[in-house]
């Protein structure tokens, strides 16, 4: 260590034992700031701390200076830990800089493309709580039709992320014919029990607008609940359908139902990341969806989306507990 | 038990103010004397926060007791910027590479108990509290 | 931080400073291993030094009992880093144990199957650097041929396993029909180029065994040359075919060249992990591997696999710089 | 300059003779107090080791010198059961959680240079340098 960081350590030592001042503990804490980045070790401080006595009181019996080597020597164990620490601190870093990289992978990876079909108006919304996103959102085109899997895979970060790329690679095997909600959930669920030990499960929303007959036919697999707008009576109803969790057992069924879309209708498909945010106040109320999604129904589907974020994500500071998506179909108005 | 000194923090050296402050009150709440330099090292992050980032700004200092414990509560606040993304500021910087010194994270493993609130343009405050064990 | 630390190491010290033996110092540094785990920071220490020595020599000059708490002062920043350090070994914990669980996930998901083809011995080993391989083999059994890709994804950890779990969904819905060894690296290398950016490349040797004819095709996207032996001069050459990186350019062009195998012949497909093994007396040779093959040549291919890692795993005391893959298609004897 | 010195370990109290070895040596090589601590504390733990895991072995210390620059070699040879898996072995074990000590990483933190040669079965030696700067 630098010869001149002892030299002004004593020259603040001294100053504060003349004065006892604040005023030179505020300047000895700013020096002592700089000892860390320059790697003087605690036990370093001690001798400098010595050494600097020594010259300034010299005539202290011997004792004082053997107790300034008993405490060097318990110093040192603290030492480690600091250079420990510095080496930590490089790995994290490193490991910082390949979740980067993983996640700018993982969104072109999994980048969708949000369906353009006649007569419907799509929205949505995907935040991730941490870095990466553990919500999927796919959507799949076809000429008459729009369909959107919302997924959400327990857990979170790397497993997750490797899973949903699963799920993707899945679904872009699918063949038009099967392309039913029905069909779609037991096909993904025989990849996600084939392909990932049992410790991961995936719940899975999978809604399909039919825009030959206006119908939106969905199924579920243990995901939440859809919310259905009907404009006419002005009143949310949930869009739920009997299924398991992906991945759990090799020959799931998974029921279908469907809906006619009137003008002015939507569906508001989401994961538990909305309905289940925390506020300082508790969870958000279903009631506080249903009003906040009412307000800015005349609006196009994604400021709806937008919206929503904008008010649950703002409750909570947007420091968000859980991953946070929302997908609306909106029938439009003809 | 409700007797609050503060200390306005316009040029550096009321920084040194704010700290002598802290320390007096925290020796008279009976910390001990490691006890006393964590809580000034505490205002002292707090102090020049408000003096680099907000430009003026005031530390208040209060002796406070609940349920028959006693301690020191510190509110330092500045209408300054704000802080736009709270969760970054309270992101460990590990000090041992940044050159920023212990800031927020710091100043909470400082101290007991710690809030901040901030809006963007209107100002900042943050409330920390350290109890005597 | 507990009364009795103080106590104890006041008669640690006590002793150290009458006998000033290495033994006392060595119990008082055996005692200060516990602090840390007690949470008991530098700037505690320097205080219950103070006391201490306060206790046993209370007459000491004023300015001595100053100076601790200047020294005191200068440690605060110690104890922040100390206690960020704890902070950061939990944050570690958290990521190791979800690394644990991706390194299943992409077990799991990346199991591939040795091919079982009449008159074709196969082998293999692929042993990651650090916790994640990088490099990929995936095995394509058809009834009259054996296919293996060997791959090394560049950059390791996350954003790696994410490109390989596209490579094998990439693989697993190619058609019968295509899967010459051209057609295949043009395939993946579109699926490749569509699915990452640019900071992504992998390296890919395929090779196809047709059981029919006796034939081994192959192609190569960047990869290191495969190694021929051919059992009837005992010598070796080595297989390499024009191709780019896959994900470098939409439209690549993969050359395909085939070779006849005669019994007792084989093929090594590897990574750059093998061929570019650094130990302490600098890379190891292309003669020493081929030695090292030609030693165990009469060895089913899976023992061969074996042998090589071994040896050349044990030059470097197995802490591998980069994954090591080797693949082996042996030609039987009749 | 080409003085070995050493020590067998079977007792606990061979470490501190191991110590006090090095600490001399150390002393007389010309290191300063602090890096004779930390020498003395590399020598400790390499000691302890053996004493622990190996049954017995030996300590040994060497004055060295390479192109002008002196140093201080440590020697830590058993034949004990030896070390399986060295990587492990190596990696940080973050000795604020565990109670192993500064163990091999800690050890080499403390020095300068640092080797290990291990075969299961047949014994283990490290071998560690501190220059003088
Ligand atoms: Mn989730
Ligand atoms: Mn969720
Ligand atoms: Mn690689
Ligand atoms: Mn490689």
Known sequence: MP???????????????????????YVGQQFSRRFIEKN????????????????????????????FDFLIEMMIHY????????????????????????????????????????????GWVSKPAQQMNGDYIYFLNQEHASSVAVADVMGKGIPAALCMSMIKFGMDGLQFENSSPRNVLETVNRIVEKGVDDS???????????????????????????LYFDSATSSFAELDAKGLLLGVKKDAYYEERSIPLKAGDFVVMMTDGVTESRTEEGFV???????????VKNLPAQQMAEHLYNEIGGMQEFRLSDDFTIVIFKKELE | MNCRSSVEIITEWDIVAARQLGRNEAKKA???????????????????????????????????????????????????????????VMEDGYSTSGGLGAGMPGVKRLMDEFKVVSEVGEGTTITTTKWLH
């Open chain 1, 3 to 25: 010869q001149e960081v002892g030299v002004q350590y004593k020259e603040i030592m001294k100053k504060y034992l003349e004065s006892q001042s604040e005023e030179d503990l």
């Open chain 1, 40 to 67: 003087i070790a605690p036990e370093d401080v001690i001798s400098i701390h010595k050494n600097a006595l020594y010259e300034l009181h010299p005539h202290l019996r011997k004792q004082v200076w053997d107790s």
């Open chain 1, 79 to 122: 030492g480690l830990t600091l250079r420990e620490h510095q080496s930590l601190v490089r790995k994290q870093e490193a490991i910082q800089m390949e979740m980067n990289v993983a996640t700018k992978v993982q969104d072109t990876l999994l980048k969708t493309t949000s369906p353009n079909v006649r007569g419907l108006d799509v």
């Open chain 1, 200 to 226: 991961m499960f995936i719940s899975m929303f999978y809604g399909k607008f039919d825009s030959t007959n206006g119908h939106f036919h969905y199924a579920s697999a243990g995901h939440e609940p859809a």
């Open chain 1, 285 to 295: 109320e279903m009631d506080t969806i249903q009003r906040l999604l009412v307000d």
């Open chain 2, 30 to 88: 009976g910390f001990g004397t490691v006890d006393q330099a964590r809580i000034t090292t505490a205002i002292s992050e707090l102090a020049r926060n408000i003096y680099l980032y907000a430009g003026q700004g005031k530390i208040e200092i209060e002796r406070v007791s609940e349920g028959g414990i006693f301690g020191i509560k510190i509110i330092a606040s500045d209408e300054g910027p704000g802080i736009a993304d709270l969760r970054k």
